[in-house]
């Protein structure tokens, strides 16, 4: 059996495999939507007790939470969004 493809079926089947692994590719980098999604009482209690016990919201002032959270934040390698999303819940449970 003989293939009798163009060059420029070739090309077209070939930028169609680039688009798609761009696409797989930019998807896979984007945080999936199940971790982006975590509210603030998770990501407070999977952070913030690897290093030291689980501070308990009650034991700051809201605005001592601010400052704490902006430490913690590079401790921890939390993003802006998480940072913000802990803080928030520390302070609005006491
Ligand atoms: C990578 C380790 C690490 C992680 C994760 C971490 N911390 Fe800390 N934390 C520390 C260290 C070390 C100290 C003590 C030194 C300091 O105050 O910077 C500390 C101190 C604190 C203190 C002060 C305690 C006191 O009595 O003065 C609070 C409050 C605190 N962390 C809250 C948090 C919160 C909230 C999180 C989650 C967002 C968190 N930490 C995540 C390492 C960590």
Redo the contacts with the bound molecule.
């Keep these: 059996m003989r293939y009798n493809i163009s060059a420029q079926k070739l090309w077209l089947i070939f930028i169609l495999l680039v688009g798609i692994a761009c696409l797989l590719l930019i998807n896979g980098c984007a945080p999936s939507k199940a971790i982006a999604d975590k509210p603030g009482v998770l990501l407070?209690s999977e952070?913030?007790q690897?290093?030291?016990n689980t501070?308990s919201p009650t034991?700051?002032s809201p605005e001592i939470w601010e400052t704490?959270g902006m430490?913690?934040q590079t401790?921890?390698l939390?993003t802006e969004k998480e940072r913000e999303k802990?803080v928030e819940f520390?302070k609005s449970s006491r």
């Design positions: 407070w952070n913030c690897r290093c030291h501070p034991t700051f704490i430490h913690m401790r921890a939390l802990i520390l």
